[in-house]
């Protein structure tokens, strides 16, 4: 199963989930690269492909965007896709936030959808990571939650 974990990263934290997920996977057939660093063309030689991104105003980050929006349609017809995002905790938020959350919902479903329409396979659904604040860190026991869900995805991609 070879792997592509494509991420981008404002404080940190998706980061950290992201080399988690690459040290859950094996290591000759995984490659993680920044979402800066990605080449569409690049994306071809892999089974698996897995995004990442913050939770910014219910979206992920401009240049997650522009990433999946420079996709062409179908591009990614039997890639194997999974995505996740890292997110503040729902009752943890302000009143604004919380609309802001009801109404934009979160990066990683709108990820999902983006590569689902661009021909990718969605093999779990969406997952959302808890960072404590802003700069972060994640929330203790996410590190050991996101190993799981890897698992879960090596699973799920036989």
């Not at 660093?37 to 492909?49: C, D, P, V």
């Not at 009143?95 to 779990?124: D, H, V």
Request: charged residues 20%.
């Amino acid at each position: 199963m070879k792997t592509l974990i494509i991420y981008d990263s404002k404080f940190g934290n998706t980061k950290v989930v992201a080399h988690t997920i690459m040290k859950a996977l094996p290591s000759s057939l995984t490659k993680i690269l920044s979402v800066n660093k990605t080449s569409i063309s690049s994306l071809k030689s892999f089974s698996l492909l897995i995004v990442g991104s913050p939770t910014h105003g219910g979206r992920p980050t401009q240049n997650i965007q522009n990433f999946l929006n420079k996709i062409p349609q179908n591009f990614l017809i039997s890639i194997n896709v999974a995505v996740f995002d890292t997110r503040y905790l729902e009752k943890d938020l302000n009143f604004f936030l919380k609309i802001i959350i009801k109404t934009f919902g979160y990066a990683a479903t709108r990820i999902a959808q983006s590569l689902k329409n661009k021909g990718g396979k969605l093999i779990a659904p969406p997952e959302g990571f808890i960072v404590t604040s802003k700069d972060g860190p994640l929330k203790k026991g996410e590190i050991e939650r996101v190993s799981k869900w890897t698992k879960k995805l090596i699973s799920l991609n036989q």
